[in-house]
């Protein structure tokens, strides 16, 4: 199974912008559909955005859509969520998912998942 390793959250500034990382420990992103979900404290695991092995198709969450970008890096095994303007209500733990089998959209679909990145925006 692939190793999933999140990085870049941390605290920040309403309107202010992170990058996360989300590092494999093989093959992945070129092979698989992947996907970023978050967690509020309180609330059910979301969906943000997601990527086709191809590149395309994207998708995402109507919260973060024109503000959040997915990428990825097939030579590097690292995938990436660009997030702009960020808000208070993007707080969350955020987390990579890579291998879905199933809608793009539910964490079930996904198998392998990393352990999490904090990401605290203050207003």
């Known amino acids: 199974q692939a190793q999933l390793v999140e990085s870049g959250g941390g605290l920040v500034q309403a309107g202010g912008s992170l990058r996360l990382s989300c590092a494999a420990s093989?093959?992945?992103?070129?092979?698989?559909?992947s996907a970023w979900f978050r967690q509020a404290p309180g609330k059910e695991r979301e969906f943000v955005a997601s990527?086709?092995?191809?590149?395309?198709?994207?998708y995402y969450a109507d919260s973060v859509k024109g503000r959040f970008t997915i990428s990825k890096d097939n030579a590097k095994n690292t995938m990436y969520l660009q997030m702009n303007n960020l808000k208070p209500e993007d707080t969350a733990v955020y987390y990579c998912?890579?291998?879905?089998?199933?809608?793009?959209?539910?964490?079930?679909?996904?198998?392998?998942w990393g352990q999490g990145t904090q990401v605290t925006v203050s207003s």
């Open positions: 093989e093959r992945t992103f070129s092979v698989y559909t």
């Open positions: 990527i086709n092995w191809s590149g395309e198709p994207t």
């Open positions: 998912a890579s291998r879905a089998s199933g809608a793009y959209y539910v964490p079930a679909a996904y198998i392998y």
